[in-house]
């Protein structure tokens, strides 16, 4: 397989729990549930399949504006996650990751997150990394005001600001492949919702009309197949 065949980063928007939960007269909370339970089956494929980095779109910055008990609902996600599949992780070598600005979860969910990364660090297989508590123009913004720290201090130059200086800056600086290969979003909506607005830059973009729930394994293969068929120029000819 050719280097831009190669999977090396996935990122999934997971979209749909809510509205596979109403198709079926049930509380939005329980496709939260769903989809959280569909995590350990599509992250142990992608792990099979050779993927380095998955990337997971678990709770936005824009997510607080939803229902209360909702929100409380998606924070104690995290902790029933970690609690259950832990194990399952630690036997398939995966590495944890979380990305976001998680000084602002709940103390619980921060402790989880925390100790799920450090459980895990040692593991060399590929990295689950959730996005959680995450925003792209935040994180951007937030990089922009560290660059211009550093100008003011300094301790750099206009001259040193470039695309590497700001990738080193971003909450993906830590990942050996910062950039997402491929891009999916489920539930049928065709769009990026705030998720790795500068990462992207040459990104595949895939969509599926199936809501997150419903992702399986069979459709994880399908996807990849169909990005190690596509032409990745990158600009170039």
Not at 99 to 125: H, R, S, Y
Not at 211 to 234: A, C, H, S, T
């Amino acid at each position: 397989m050719t280097k831009e065949k190669e999977l090396n980063h996935l990122a999934i928007i997971m979209d749909g729990n809510g509205r596979w939960a109403q198709k079926r007269h049930l509380p939005r909370v329980m496709g939260h549930k769903q989809g959280m339970q569909n995590i350990e089956k599509i992250a142990l494929a992608a792990n099979e399949m050779g993927v380095k980095v998955l990337t997971l779109y678990a709770f936005s910055t824009e997510n607080w504006g939803r229902p209360t008990d909702e929100v409380s609902y998606l924070m104690k996600l995290p902790i029933t996650f970690f609690d259950k599949f832990m194990p399952k992780l630690m036997e398939n070598n995966v590495k944890v990751n979380i990305m976001g600005f998680l000084n602002e979860l709940p103390d619980k969910t921060l402790a989880v997150t925390q100790k799920a990364m450090e459980d895990t660090k040692n593991n060399t297989g590929m990295i689950l990394n959730f996005a959680f508590n995450y925003g792209s123009r935040r994180e951007i913004t937030t990089a922009i005001k560290k660059i211009a720290k550093q100008v003011k201090n300094e301790s750099i130059t206009l001259e040193d600001i470039n695309d590497k200086l700001v990738n080193q800056e971003l909450l993906t600086a830590n990942l050996p492949y910062p950039d997402p290969d491929l891009i999916l979003r489920t539930s049928g909506e065709k769009r990026i919702s705030n998720f790795l607005l500068w990462q992207l830059a040459y990104s595949e973009l895939a969509f599926t009309d199936k809501y997150w729930p419903d992702f399986n394994e069979e459709d994880l293969k399908k996807v990849i197949m169909d990005f190690q068929g596509r032409d990745r120029r990158f600009g170039k000819l």
